[in-house]
T-cell receptor, first 112, second 118 residues
C-alpha cells in the first residue's frame, strides 16, 4: 500500500521559472516530511524537511509547504537552475527518526 | 564527498548464485543502517533495518533467509542475496544513520547497487 504518492513522474521547467513538485500521503501518523534529491549513479541526498507543527519551511531557493488537512505537501524551487535537474523524492515518517516511506519520485528537467 | 560508500555499483550474476553488497559509513559510526529496494519507476521500499551487533529487523514480506544482513561493525553492513533469481533483479540501496543527529536529516544514502540476475 503506497502511503506516499508523487503523481507526477516528470516535470519540465524553464530556467529561472518556478518548479512545483507535489506529494500526497495517506497515513495520519506521519509528522515529519523530507525531500531528497537524486542524481544518476548517486544516492539520494537530503534537501529540506518540515515537521507537522509548521506549514512552511524555507531554505534559500527551496520552500516546502505542508497542508495537514489535505495530507499534501509541495516543494517549490525558485528560480530553477540547470543544476536542479534531478529526481526528487518525497518521504515521510512518524517521528523524526521514524522509518521513511518514499514516494516514487519526480524527474525534474530544467531547460535553458 | 560521500559519507556512505556502497559497493559494487553494478553486478550481473547467474541464477542460483549469491551476491554480497557492502555498505560502509565513512565519517561516523552507524549503529543503525537500512536496506532498500527500488523497482523501475517505483519508490524505495524498506527491506530491513540493520542493527550493529544484533539481528536485522525485516519488513513484512521480505524473506530473511534470502536477504541475509550482517552488521558486524559500526561502519559496515552487508546484504547478501542468496540463490539469486531473475525476479531479484533490482536496485538495492543502503542508508546509515548518523547518531549525532536527531532526525532523518542525518540519514545518509549509498549510491546504490544495480543487480541483474540472468
Amino acid at each position: 500500500d503506497q502511503q506516499v504518492k508523487q503523481n507526477s513522474p516528470s516535470l519540465s521547467v524553464q530556467e529561472g521559472r518556478i518548479s512545483i513538485l507535489n506529494c500526497d500521503y495517506t497515513n495520519s501518523m506521519f509528522d515529519y516530511f523530507l525531500w531528497y534529491k537524486k542524481y544518476p549513479a548517486e544516492g539520494p541526498t537530503f534537501l529540506i524537511s518540515i515537521s507537522s507543527i509548521k506549514d512552511k519551511n524555507e531554505d534559500g531557493r527551496f520552500t516546502v509547504f505542508l497542508n495537514k488537512s489535505a495530507k499534501h505537501l509541495s516543494l517549490h524551487i525558485v528560480p530553477s537552475q540547470p543544476g536542479d535537474s534531478a529526481v526528487y523524492f518525497c518521504a515521510a515518517s512518524a517521528g523524526g527518526w521514524g522509518k521513511l516511506q518514499f514516494g516514487a519520485g519526480t524527474q525534474v528537467v530544467v531547460t535553458p | 564527498g560521500a559519507v556512505v560508500s556502497q559497493h559494487p555499483s553494478r553486478v550481473i550474476c547467474k541464477s542460483g548464485t549469491s551476491v554480497k553488497i557492502e555498505c560502509r559509513s565513512l565519517d561516523f559510526q552507524a549503529t543503525t543502517m537500512f536496506w532498500y529496494r527500488q523497482f523501475p519507476k517505483q519508490s524505495l521500499m524498506l527491506m530491513a533495518t540493520s542493527n550493529e551487533g544484533s539481528k536485522a529487523t525485516y519488513e513484512q514480506g521480505v524473506e530473511k533467509d534470502k536477504f541475509l544482513i550482517n552488521h558486524a561493525s559500526l561502519t559496515l553492513s552487508t546484504l547478501t542475496v542468496t540463490s539469486a533469481h531473475p525476479e531479484d533483479s533490482s536496485f538495492y540501496i543502503c542508508s546509515a544513520r548518523d547518531p549525532r543527529g536527531e532526525t532523518n536529516e542525518k540519514l545518509f544514502f549509498g549510491s546504490g547497487t544495480q543487480l541483474s540476475v540472468l
